[in-house]
């Protein structure tokens, strides 16, 4: 039977976000499965995995924000700006600084707000389609162009040995390797990320994740993945959600526009059928018109997942 819906994977170390998918794919017997937000294969944590219908709704988190948990070590500069690279030699652009939390965290407030980054060498990055990690393993030299990111937290909770253990909250597209790197620069002594785990990523949290052993023995055993998944009615919940009548539903699933009973001004809409099943998420035209924009309909989600608490 075919699943639709989204499944959190505690993602071990060692493993890209495709092997993770291409391991659901296999586990799950489910061809479709996509990943929201790409991890790092030293990273840890939570990978939510779209699957079957719900791999459509993959284009309203493309701008989630992230939190993460992790370490950094001062003293090496590595090539990947992580504990996966090789170390290079390291040119301090000032004089190094006593290394203590006080000035640890001085550096570190210089990684807050709206900001200019570089992307890392070794990262997904595409030159005119070719991923930049491959072009900097044939060690051919890449332009990248910096990005505007998001830093809305980046705060060393303690220091000790050379290492910094922090939090960071960040928008999509933000590399906690380039803010280590870029520390280890301005600290005059050279830093790269030692270990890194996401905790959240948009509204699902390092509690919703379930790792790969734990998945596979649930699918060998004939569960089905249950309430390992996601509620619909707790999916993209900035958006208000609104219950179609009958003869409203009936027109949404045929991706026909329908006035629902929905008084906000909010643009987008998610639109149910009962408690469980999300029809679609609807565009507003004007007032109470909508036109669904992405349909999800075709028959209750094969497993609806637990109840959220509440509406």
């Known amino acids: ?29 489910e061809r479709s499965v996509g990943h929201l937000g790409t991890l790092d294969p030293m990273a840890t944590g939570v990978l939510p995995l ?45 004089a190094p600084q006593p290394l203590t939390l006080e000035s640890v965290r001085a550096a570190a407030t210089h990684f807050r707000g709206h900001m200019q ?26 332009e990248l162009k910096p990005v505007e990111v998001e830093i809305e937290a980046f705060v060393i909770e303690s220091f000790a040995a050379e290492r910094a253990c922090f939090r960071a909250v960040v928008s999509a597209g933000t590399y906690i390797r380039t803010i280590a790197h870029e520390l280890g620069q301005r600290l005059g002594c050279g830093a790269h990320l030692s270990a890194l785990r996401r905790t959240r990523c948009s509204e699902f949290q390092v509690e919703d994740a379930h790792s790969l052993d734990d998945i596979a023995r649930r699918m060998a055993g004939g569960a089905g993945l249950g309430d390992y998944l996601i509620h619909p009615r ?47 998420i609807a565009s507003r035209i004007a007032g109470t018109l909508f036109q669904p924009k992405v349909v999800l309909a075709g028959g209750k989600t094969a497993h609806p997942g637990h109840e959220p608490n509440g509406e």
Not at 52 to 68: D, E, P, S
Not at 249 to 270: D, F, I, T
């Open 50 to 94: 779209v699957l079957g219908r719900m791999t459509r709704l993959a284009q309203f988190y493309q701008r989630a924000a992230k939190a993460y948990a992790g370490e950094i070590c001062f003293g090496t500069a590595t090539d990947s700006y992580d504990a996966d690279g090789d170390p290079v030699g390291f040119e301090p652009p000032c």
């Open 117 to 142: 980054q570089l992307p890392p060498p070794f990262s997904a990055k595409k030159i005119k389609g070719v991923p930049a990690y491959k072009l900097a393993r044939r060690k051919v030299e890449v």
């Open 1 to 29: 039977m075919a699943i639709d819906g989204i499944l959190i994977v505690d993602k071990p170390a060692g493993m890209t976000s495709h092997d993770v998918v291409a391991s659901v794919r296999r586990i799950c017997d």
């Open 234 to 280: 707790l999916i993209l919940p900035h958006m208000p959600a609104v219950t179609a009548p009958p003869e409203a539903a009936a027109r949404v699933r045929n991706g026909g526009a329908v006035n629902l009973p929905e008084m906000s001004e909010a643009k987008l809409v998610r639109v149910f059928a009962n408690q469980s099943d999300l029809l679609a």
